[in-house]
């Protein structure tokens, strides 16, 4: 069966398995949410390792899902749907208030400090999402993305909660945000692809691993999510820089 779909001065025709599938990639990055809901479940019974499991989970979903709306022409097959409108609310939700919300119930800094950490993590967010350039070239984050996820985890299972270390790296991170530094989209560069790909594998599946084996450790598994904090991190560094030296010449 065949549809014809409206927009502006043109129509489109639209066959329903190719609707189904646009409609199938929404309720996909949609299931994020589920799994967010899941994590907010884990961390009310203190079951640290557990929320940060739905929370990759998570990730990997968000990692994916805009290359299958491109592959399926989701945004023609479905022109007033907005997926990049679900894919704010749940990645606000997943890369912010969850985590911040995990911080603030595992106690993460002394009490004095915590509220104060607690508004620098959340306010920071708000504002960097605000931003109109938030993303450049539709590859690169201008300034640190809305990662708390990624700082919590590092803070929590990799540096063992040190309550100074996780308030200075919230002060750090609240401001990298909003340092003009060049931070790739691991699944959209393209010069890059297959390197940020492969260090992404290694730190996710590392990651995971320390996941199963807390509240036990492995060094070698923690060095892998170290080298590919690091990797990305230097690559931004290397990245911003040659970018600015093309401009000048």
């Not at 989701?74 to 919300?101: N, Q, R, W």
């Amino acid at each position: 069966m065949l549809l014809y779909l409206g927009e502006g001065n043109s129509n489109i025709l639209v066959s329903r398995s190719r609707q189904l599938l646009a409609w199938g990639v929404h309720l996909f990055t949609s299931l994020g949410l589920l799994f967010a809901f899941l994590a907010l479940i884990a961390i009310d019974s203190h079951d640290w390792r557990q929320c940060f499991i739905w929370l990759i989970v998570c990730f990997i979903i968000d990692s994916v899902d805009g290359s299958l709306a491109r592959k399926f022409q989701v945004s023609e097959v479905l022109p007033h749907m907005d997926g990049k409108a679900i894919d704010y609310v749940i990645d606000f939700a997943t890369y912010a208030i969850i985590p911040v919300y995990f911080f603030y119930r595992a106690e993460m800094v002394a009490a004095h400090l915590m509220n104060f950490s607690v508004a620098i993590m959340l306010l920071s967010a708000a504002l960097y999402y605000g931003k109109k350039n938030m993303v450049a070239d539709n590859q690169y984050f201008i300034g640190f993305p809305v990662l708390w996820n990624f700082v919590v985890f590092f803070q929590f299972f990799i540096f063992q909660n040190n309550s100074t270390l996780n308030f200075i790296s919230v002060i750090l991170f609240g401001i990298l945000h909003f340092v003009p530094i060049r931070y790739a989209y691991p699944s959209m560069t393209k010069k890059y692809f297959w390197s940020h790909l492969i260090i992404s594998v290694v730190g996710i599946y590392s990651a995971l691993y320390v996941l199963y084996l807390y509240p036990g450790r492995n060094v070698l598994f923690e060095a892998g999510t170290i080298i590919g904090g690091a990797y990305f991190a230097l690559f931004a560094i290397f990245d911003t820089f040659k970018k600015q030296k093309e401009f000048t010449r």
